[in-house]
């Protein structure tokens, strides 16, 4: 069974960059042809899906933050990475990581991260 975990300090200064990563395990972000998502949910709002990198390496964005956005993978340590640089407080939010392995969507357990001086 697919698990993943998020990890990264949960406050951020404004103007700076939000740095996660999630840690997977029992399946390889490798395998053909998953897709590792990230997800957020400010408070009160519903789920934004942020973007995602897929088992080759390549990437894809919402167009409201790609100016914003990175993903990155470190397949050493089944690892992928989400980047979210010049924070608001509009950014504090619940932030996932995801993945849909055989038709089931597993979370991880999701991490707060507050944007605030």
């Known amino acids: 069974q697919v698990q993943l975990q998020e990890s990264g300090p949960g406050l951020v200064k404004p103007s700076q960059t939000l740095s996660l990563t999630c840690t997977v395990s029992g399946g390889s972000i490798t395998i053909s042809y998953y897709t590792w998502t990230w997800i957020r949910q400010p408070p009160g709002k519903g789920l934004e899906w942020m973007g995602a990198i897929a088992y080759d390496g390549s990437t894809r964005y919402t167009p409201s933050l790609l100016s914003r956005t990175s993903i990155s993978r470190d397949t050493s340590k089944n690892q992928f990475s989400l980047q979210l640089s010049s924070v608001t407080p509009e950014d504090t939010a619940l932030y996932y990581c995801?993945?849909?392995?055989?038709?089931?969507?597993?979370w991880g357990q999701g991490t707060q991260v507050t944007v605030s001086s």
């Open positions: 995801s993945t849909n392995v055989g038709g089931l969507n597993y």
